[in-house]
């Protein structure tokens, strides 16, 4: 099974340009998330959803943008990509609370 | 949300056990503990979750205190493979088991394993 699949495996990207980094999932689950992943700061969680048609706000979710128009995609917009959202991004799905969540295995994004 | 406090590093040998503490001194009646770890350069990983009863996979145990203030993650016999990040994580469920329980990670326990 593919579980869930990240696109692109890296990227660098000129500053003031827009970017959408895909994250497909082939496990029907509702949960979805985004986190950007920093030298010494850890996983960050950008913005989730619950279920399709939903999303809602991280911790840090200025200047990314989601939608959620089926189950299986959960794709992440830079709408104007700046120097400090160069990055790892990792996405994830689950069902309930009480479940694994699985993760992609990350885009590198290098804003430059 | 809860938070969980993890030891910055902890070092093993190979094929020893390791525990592997976390403090969750908050934690509610419907949190779950989560652990998971990450290897380098790869995506987070699920190792083993728990609610009030002890549990074990073919990974690990998870030891949870009487009072689920703390818990403990147990490699039986550590690996090289086992070398990684190790993230203690509380997600909150409802009563009705409907809540998805944001993941929210800390910075984790560096786990070295030496040959």
């Known amino acids: 099974t593919a579980g869930i699949t990240q696109a692109p495996t890296s990227q660098i990207l000129a500053a003031g340009r827009s970017m959408t980094l895909r994250c497909t999932q082939d496990?029907?689950?509702?949960?979805m998330y985004w986190y950007r992943q920093d030298l010494g700061l850890g996983l960050r969680l950008i913005h989730y959803?619950?279920?399709?048609?939903?999303?809602g706000k991280g911790e840090v979710p200025d200047g990314y943008s989601v939608s959620r128009a089926n189950t299986d995609d959960f794709p992440l917009t830079l709408a104007s990509a700046v120097p400090s959202q160069t990055s790892v991004y990792f996405c994830?799905?689950?069902?309930?609370?009480?479940?694994?969540?699985?993760f992609g295995q990350g885009t590198r994004l290098t804003v430059v | 949300d809860a938070k969980t406090t993890q030891p910055n590093s902890m070092e093993s040998n190979e094929e020893e056990p390791v525990h592997l503490p976390c403090n969750h001194s908050?934690?509610?009646?419907?949190?779950?503990i989560h652990w998971y770890r990450q290897l380098p350069s790869q995506g987070p990983e699920y190792v083993i979750h728990?609610?009030?009863s002890n549990v074990n996979n073919r990974m690990a145990s998870l030891a949870i205190a009487e009072d689920r203030k703390s818990s403990t993650l147990i490699l039986h016999r550590a690996t090289l493979r086992d070398a990684a990040v190790y993230y203690c994580i509380l997600r909150r469920a409802n009563a009705g088991g409907t809540s998805y329980g944001k993941l929210t990670f800390g910075q984790g326990t560096i786990l070295t394993v030496h040959p």
């Open positions: 959803s619950n279920t399709a048609g939903t999303t």
């Open positions: 496990m029907r689950h509702n949960a």
């Open positions: 728990g609610l009030t």
């Open positions: 994830a799905s689950s069902t309930r609370a009480h479940t694994e969540a699985f």
């Open positions: 908050t934690i509610s009646g419907t949190d779950y």
